[in-house]
């Protein structure tokens, strides 16, 4: 293997020829082939090319779960430019600010957000080209049908190097503002050889994906698909459905964030369903509530296996296998780590001052991986700040057992965890602060059955003033899932010695007896 072929460009082109013949996915009653998304992938990248557009240029994907996503994401890796990926659910404010941050040139945009895009297109000098998926060419805007029937399925020249950029994925800043991971081609590549290594799937495998392929689902299926495995793919979550359609489709291998898997517990209960056919169940992108966790294999046997991963490191820091969750029976303790490091991954556990600790003792985790991100896209500041050498500091607070296990009991950063998706606490600070009748405001978040943590607010009012006000208050202004589920009124927010808001403080009351501060 040539230093060339180390790119995510080369891996997605040689496994879809690889797997030609197989049933890559079905979305509803529609199924396309490994072939089909290989021929219309090269179509879409072919296309992206005659543009122009190639290595080091950023192309946004806002697409819901479909065909579409599957052919355009595929497409804009094999042209060799940069995928950024944009999730259905960011509000205005996000959305234009990634696609100026990233110097975005073109976008492949459902019609709901190619909507969005023509109202604040004065306000995006980069953006050259808008291709609109379900709309109709007009202007400069062409219509994906158009795009994808007016170029050859001929193999698009390998144009990206090692070094280039493959993904770029935005997460939520302590700023206010969203910040861009930046994955490289070779990074990105080591990241899918590694997990294809370590997570025993299989050819035979059908894959249940039912959460946006824009967020953890899309790693999920570009790891599947280089082993081979075909995908029953939902375009928005639905227990009862899914449940049908395990049994009806034989699905072997399901991906769930920790919210979901409660959930279907809860459903489970009130009916009668074969779930059989089912593997494995990977579940990760926040922490479980170990009680839960023991009542889900219960209910489903020996087939769970955890992730723990950041968006800096993605999905594959470290992972409590399928053997662990077994042992656990005999050693419980096991169920409260997050597993051991992952296929290339080293982790270590230190003090302030990147002192190594011994076993058992509490520091921040560090990690070691050919796939740590290549920085935060236009700041090299934070970038300096979260790498220790060639090390990469999570920023969540845990320990590491003799035997290799690692903990999570707290976060160093000030990030709630709600339904898998990150809430920075200073973003929700700053909207609700803005409220007239506002004196003061902490967001924290607090344990919560169903989405493993709730975006709480806890107020000092000027006047009177109500739960609702608020909550209304945030409406347009946050993400939804950013927005609080509960406001608290107080007369005093704890502060530590020097003034700040004690958020350890403010949070331990909710968090006792948990036996950390993550759920």
Not at 205 to 219: E, F, R, V
Not at 224 to 245: A, H, M, Q, T
Request: with cysteine; charged share 20%.
């Amino acid at each position: 293997m040539t230093h060339a072929t180390v790119t995510t460009q080369f891996l997605m082109a040689s496994t879809l020829r690889k797997f030609s013949s197989k049933l890559f996915a079905k979305i509803e009653d529609v199924e396309c082939t490994y072939q089909d998304v290989h021929l219309n992938s090269n179509r879409i990248a072919n296309g992206i090319q005659a543009r122009g557009f190639g290595p080091g240029d950023r192309i946004a994907v806002a697409i819901p779960n479909s065909l579409e996503i599957i052919y355009t994401t595929f497409g804009v890796f094999k042209s060799g430019a940069t995928v950024v990926g944009i999730n259905m659910l960011v509000g205005d404010k996000d959305l234009q600010f990634i696609l100026n941050d990233a110097n975005v040139k073109m976008i492949f945009a459902d019609t709901s957000v190619e909507e969005r895009v023509l109202r604040m297109k004065d306000e995006l000098p980069n953006l050259k080209t808008i291709v609109t998926v379900g709309g109709k060419t007009r202007d400069n805007i062409i219509a994906w049908e158009e795009l994808v029937n007016g170029y050859t399925d001929e193999n698009p020249p390998q144009t990206a190097s090692p070094d280039d950029d493959a993904v770029i994925v935005y997460t939520g800043g302590t700023t206010g503002n969203p910040k861009g991971v930046i994955h490289s081609q070779a990074s990105f590549y080591y990241l899918l050889l590694a997990q294809s290594l370590g997570f025993n799937l299989l050819p035979s495998d059908k894959i249940m994906l039912m959460t946006p392929l824009a967020h953890a689902a899309g790693a999920i299926m570009y790891l599947g698909c280089v082993n081979g495995v075909s995908f029953i793919i939902e375009k928005r979550p639905d227990l009862f459905r899914l449940l049908d359609l395990i049994q009806k489709e034989k699905v072997t291998v399901m991906f769930l964030v920790p919210t979901i898997i409660y959930i279907l517990l809860d459903v489970l209960k009130a009916g009668n369903y074969d779930m059989s056919s089912l593997r494995m169940i990977i579940y990760g992108a926040a922490p479980i509530a170990e009680g839960r966790l023991v009542e889900a294999m219960e209910t489903f046997g020996p087939i769970l296996l955890q992730l723990y991963g950041l968006t800096e490191c993605p999905q594959a820091v470290t992972v409590l296998s399928i053997d662990d969750h077994v042992r656990a029976l005999k050693n419980p303790k096991i169920l409260s780590s997050c597993g051991k490091p992952c296929q290339m991954v080293d982790v270590r556990i230190t003090d302030d001052n990147g002192k190594v600790l011994p076993p058992g003792e509490v520091g921040e985790i560090l990690v070691h991986a050919p796939f740590i991100m290549k920085g935060y896209l236009n700041h090299p500041e934070m970038t300096a700040e979260v790498m220790r050498g060639s090390w990469l500091r999570s920023g969540d607070m845990g320990k590491m057992d003799e035997d290799g296990y690692v903990y999570i009991v707290d976060r160093k950063k000030d990030m709630i965890i709600t339904g898998g998706f990150n809430v920075y606490c200073s973003s929700v600070e700053n909207v609700i602060s803005k409220h007239p009748k506002v004196k003061q405001v902490a967001v924290i978040g607090i344990p919560d059955e169903k989405w493993g943590e709730s975006v709480t607010a806890v107020v000092i009012s000027d006047g009177e003033l109500s739960e609702e006000e608020i909550l209304s208050f945030c409406k347009g202004k946050l993400n939804k899932y950013e927005q609080p589920k509960k406001v608290i009124f107080t007369d005093q927010i704890p502060a530590t010695s020097i003034g700040k808001i004690d958020k350890k403080a403010l949070r331990a009351p909710y968090w006792e007896g948990k036996g950390r501060s993550v759920n």
